[in-house]
């Protein structure tokens, strides 16, 4: 590939010692550029507000990578900054260029962090996952989002896909004011999940890890975070998460071995207080990177030693259900049977109190949805 068809080198100012910023290799525009051998990220800024109409999160990745690289460092060489992408003539470019990216970083195992732009732009990641069953994890305050005129949501023609590809989305914190109940009974039918924004907080912001552990991608919109902590949201709240609640979320995104590649939009710099809603992105973005750089081999399919199996008979189904404990990690997972073929069946992420649920002959919510998806 010929990053310069793509891509845009970034100036980024002087780097203070020991900083990100120190670490970060950035990309020149030389035709001979190579990504160094230790990469394990890559950023990529989006600036991109059409869908928008303009409405100036086309100004958000420069803004994000000033804070951003006045962090803590890191290990030099593995972050790269490609530059910015080269926005199409239309939407439709954009969308398929960053596909073409994003496409050649999963073929190098390496994991894509993307600065927006508006939150449409991550369809274009998504058309680069061509395997079926891969897991999208949305944290916005709304399930279905909002037209532009005439021209639907590129994400939401997602939710409604009926084709093999479909991925399976995941919505964590949506806000039930901004979402009618045919919403949430679609999602339902389609054995999507949607975590309410009250639940995610009042048990716990630990309880979303499972979600985002399974999830391929994930991407965060800043309306999902309440505007005292984020001003220049595009659609600012009174309501959301806190910033150390969606810092939280992304670093479980960072430590998933699943997760491919995360993307923060929906900032507009001209609205910030005191850049808040910058710096609040790029803390985002930085514990993403740390979680990326704590990763482990965390799989009961391919690290059985390290992981200790419970059976717990159900007298209702007439079967066992079969837990996975990490005995480093002490994370668990649980097992859902294919009726038809046994290598259909799914391990997937779970928590301690699915577990004890389970000992009390009660069936997680999670195992239900997702026995019934592939059933």
Excluded at 130 to 150: D, F, H, K, Q
Excluded at 223 to 238: E, G, I, K, Q
């Amino acid at each position: 590939m010929k990053w310069a068809d793509y891509l845009i080198p970034t100036v980024v100012g002087a780097a203070k010692y020991d900083s990100l910023g120190e670490a970060v290799v950035m990309y020149d525009g030389e035709p001979d550029f190579k990504l160094p051998d230790e990469t394990v990220i890559v950023i990529i800024g989006i600036p991109e507000d059409r869908f928008t109409e303009g409405a100036g999160e086309i100004k958000a990745p420069g803004v994000i990578r000033k804070h951003l690289y006045a962090l803590a460092g890191g290990s030099k060489g593995t972050v790269v900054d490609m530059g910015n992408l080269k926005t199409g003539k239309n939407l439709a470019d954009t969308y398929y260029g960053i596909r073409d990216l994003v496409s050649e970083f999963y073929r190098r195992n390496i994991v894509t962090l993307l600065l927006g732009g508006s939150f449409d732009v991550f369809y274009g990641n998504c058309l680069a996952m061509t395997e079926p069953g891969s897991i999208l994890t949305t944290v916005v305050p709304r399930l279905r989002l909002p037209a532009r005129g005439e021209m639907i949501h590129p994400i939401n023609s997602l939710i409604f896909d009926k084709s093999d590809l479909a991925p399976h989305i995941c919505n964590i914190g949506f806000q039930s004011y901004y979402v009618p109940h045919w919403e949430l009974d679609f999602f339902s039918d389609k054995q999507f999940e949607a975590y309410r924004l009250g639940e995610v907080r009042n048990k716990c912001i630990d309880t979303s890890e499972p979600v985002i552990r399974d999830s391929d991608l994930m991407a965060i919109s800043m309306d999902a975070v309440r505007f005292s902590d984020a001003p220049a949201a595009s659609n600012p709240s009174p309501n959301g998460f806190s910033g150390e609640e969606i810092c939280q979320l992304a670093y479980f995104a960072g430590l998933s071995h699943k997760c491919k590649s995360l993307g923060i939009f929906d900032l507009i710099p001209q609205n910030d207080v005191q850049d808040t809603t910058a710096m609040l992105a790029a803390q985002i973005a930085w514990y993403f990177i740390e979680g990326i750089k704590k990763r482990d081999v965390d799989n009961p399919k391919v690290d059985a030693q390290n992981f200790k199996k419970y059976l717990i008979f159900f007298d209702e189904l007439h079967y066992d259900l079969c837990f996975f404990k990490n005995i480093k990690t002490e994370r668990w997972w649980m097992k859902v049977p294919s009726i038809t073929n046994d290598d259909d069946s799914l391990i997937i992420s779970c928590t301690p109190e699915d577990y004890l649920k389970a000992t009390e002959q009660e069936i997680p919510d999670r195992w239900w949805k997702t026995y019934q998806r592939i059933n």
